[in-house]
Nanobody, 119 residues
Framework: QVQVVESGGGLAQPGGSLRLSCAAS????????MAWYRQGPGKERELVAT???????DYADSVKGRFTISRDNAKNTGSLQMNSLKPEDTAAYYC?????????????WGQGTQVTVSS
């Protein structure tokens, strides 16, 4: 059974930083693309950043230059370093992973972690 779990959310002041982590568990799994999404109050879920297995990354325009996505293939983990946070970054953040497990490739979501940016 595969589980994807996020951690690292919390409260930050404008201009501050937070680091989110994502860990996938399940014997023998392989992670292909990973991504972070977010959903703010009253908003639709939006794509924040993506990273391929070989490390190629892409970002939403709203976070370029402030957020950095990374991953560790050996540990089946990913992270999102968020700097220069703004109140509009307040949202629930979700890890998304395309995983091959027991011969089946499918997309898994974590349960989400809340990020609140406020003074």
């Amino acid at each position: 059974q595969v589980q994807v779990v996020e951690s690292g959310g919390g409260l930050a002041q404008p201009g501050g930083s937070l680091r989110l982590s994502c860990a996938a568990s399940g014997s023998g799994l392989s992670i292909y693309d990973m991504a972070w999404y977010r959903q703010g109050p009253g908003k639709e879920r939006e794509l924040v950043a993506t990273i391929t297995r070989d490390g190629s990354s892409d970002y939403a325009d709203s976070v370029k230059g402030r957020f950095t996505i990374s991953r560790d293939n050996a540990k089946n983990t990913g992270s999102l370093q968020m700097n220069s946070l703004k109140p509009e970054d307040t949202a629930a953040y979700y890890c998304n992973a395309r995983i091959l497990y027991r011969g089946v490739r499918r997309t898994y979501w974590g349960q989400g972690t809340q990020v609140t940016v406020s003074s």
